[in-house]
Structures are given as C-alpha cells and as structure tokens.
C-alpha cells in the first residue's frame, strides 16, 4: 500500500481473496496483477527459506534489548536495525547491486576479480554455519533458475550468477548464501530492489 502511494499516489485496495496465501497476496498487492503460478511458489518458498534461521546478529539484538527489562517493541527495532547491515539481511541487496550492471559471464568474472584484488568481500557468499554451503541456496537457486526461463525472466542475470558461484567455489570455496540467488529471484519477480531486506 505504501509503495504504490508514495511512489504513484495511488490508493489501492488491499482486500484480498479468501484463500490467498501470505505469497499470493503479498504479490497480488506489489504487482497490482495476478502472479503466475511459479511467481508465488518461488515467493512462498523463499519466505520459508528466510523463516529457517536460527541464533543469528539479529535474534541475538533483539535478547540482549529486552533483557535490559526494556519493551518488546524495543528488541523488535534493535533487531530491524540489526538485520539491515549488509553482512546480514541486507546482503540480499547488495548482491543484486554487485549483479545488476554486469551485462555478461566475462564481464561478472571481471568484476569479481577485481574484487579479489581489492580484497573486498562478495555479498552472498558465506556462512557462520554453513560452511561447506548453504542448502537453502540450492533450493532458491532451483526458483532462479525457472524464473530466468519465462517470458518476464532474466537469463543474463541467472547466467552471470552461475559463473559467480562457480569461482568462488573452486577458487575460494565460499559458498553462496539463501541472500544470492534470492536477488535474482526477487528482481525476476520484479521486486525493487530495497524491498529485498524488509522481505526478509
Ligand atoms: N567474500 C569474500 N571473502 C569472504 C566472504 C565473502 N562473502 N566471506 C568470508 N570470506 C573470507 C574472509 O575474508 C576470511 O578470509 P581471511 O581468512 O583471509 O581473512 C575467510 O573467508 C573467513 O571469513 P570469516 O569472516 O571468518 O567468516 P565468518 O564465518 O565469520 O563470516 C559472514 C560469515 C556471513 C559474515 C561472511 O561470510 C560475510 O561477510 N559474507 C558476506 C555477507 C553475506 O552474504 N551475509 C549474509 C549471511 S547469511
């Protein structure tokens, strides 16, 4: 509702079918059209996968506020604030920032090297815990992937992601996170891009 306001001054009507699920709706609102099929299963299921996470920053915040005997509402923003940084949530982001210029697979090898040679780190790559991959990037990769088949999907985009992954794996063995194929399944869904990290 407050996207299509303050971006279009639109009011729109935010009833919603009776049996919509919590992805179906979401989208339905965002895209003021009826999503297919596989837009609302890749949405859904990437909620799902962002729900699995256990004892991270942001959980961690939000005990150590209201352990001060401070008020819920209090640990629910240290933990927002928490989850923006761009080693957290807001990794989903910045990797579709690093993604969205690179116009082929030479052109993302490029960029990544030169990231290499500056040392910096690779948004969506990582884990505290998983360190031999994450498997819910497997998953969501798999909803990239479909995504990038459709008339509305971003082959370039897909494509480019792969040969990302594929070097960080046999040259750095770091493994992408749920945050990098997340991004290019959200901007296939046509998700703007600082809606990834309140998604999440
Ligand atoms: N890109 C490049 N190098 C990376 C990297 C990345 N995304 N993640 C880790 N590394 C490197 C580190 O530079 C470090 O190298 P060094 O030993 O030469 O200093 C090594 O791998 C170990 O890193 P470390 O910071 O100890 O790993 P960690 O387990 O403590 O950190 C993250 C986990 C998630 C904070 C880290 O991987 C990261 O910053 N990732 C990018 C942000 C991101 O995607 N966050 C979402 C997480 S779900």
Same mark, same amino acid.
């Given at each position: #509702?407050?996207?299509? @306001? ?7 009507? !935010? +009833? !919603? ?7 179906? %709706? @979401? ?6 059209? *009826? ?12 909620? *799902? ?8 920053? $942001?959980? =961690? $915040?939000?005990?150590?506020?209201? $352990?001060?005997?401070?008020? @819920?509402? +209090?640990? /629910? ?26 116009? +082929? ?24 815990? #998983? ?6 990037? *497997? ?12 008339? +509305?999907? %971003? ?13 960080? /794996?046999?040259?750095?063995? *770091?493994?992408?996170?749920?945050? =990098?194929?997340?991004?290019?399944? #959200?901007?296939?869904?046509? /998700?703007? !891009?600082? @809606? =990834? !990290?309140?998604?999440?």
């Amino acid at each position: #509702y407050w996207y299509h @306001f303050q971006e279009y001054n639109k009011r729109i009507n !935010t +009833s !919603t079918g009776e049996n919509d699920s919590v992805a179906l %709706n @979401f989208l339905k609102l965002y895209k003021q059209e *009826i999503p297919s099929e596989l837009e609302v299963k890749a949405f859904d299921v990437s909620l *799902i996968l962002y729900a699995e996470h256990d004892f991270n920053a $942001s959980t =961690f $915040s939000a005990r150590v506020t209201v $352990s001060t005997l401070s008020d @819920f509402y +209090s640990g /629910i923003v240290s933990a927002i604030g928490t989850l923006r940084g761009h080693l957290h949530g807001g990794a989903n982001e910045a990797a579709m920032h690093f993604l969205e210029d690179i116009k +082929s697979e030479d052109k993302g090898e490029e960029k990544l090297r030169q990231y290499f040679k500056e040392k910096k780190l690779v948004m969506g790559f990582g884990h505290r815990i #998983y360190k031999n991959g994450d498997p819910r990037s *497997i998953i969501i990769k798999e909803y990239s992937r479909k995504l990038s088949l459709t008339k +509305s999907g %971003n082959q370039n985009l897909y494509k480019v992601s792969e040969r990302i992954e594929k070097i960080m /794996i046999n040259e750095k063995k *770091i493994f992408p996170n749920l945050d =990098f194929y997340s991004a290019s399944a #959200y901007n296939q869904l046509g /998700i703007r !891009t600082d @809606f =990834f !990290t309140p998604i999440f």
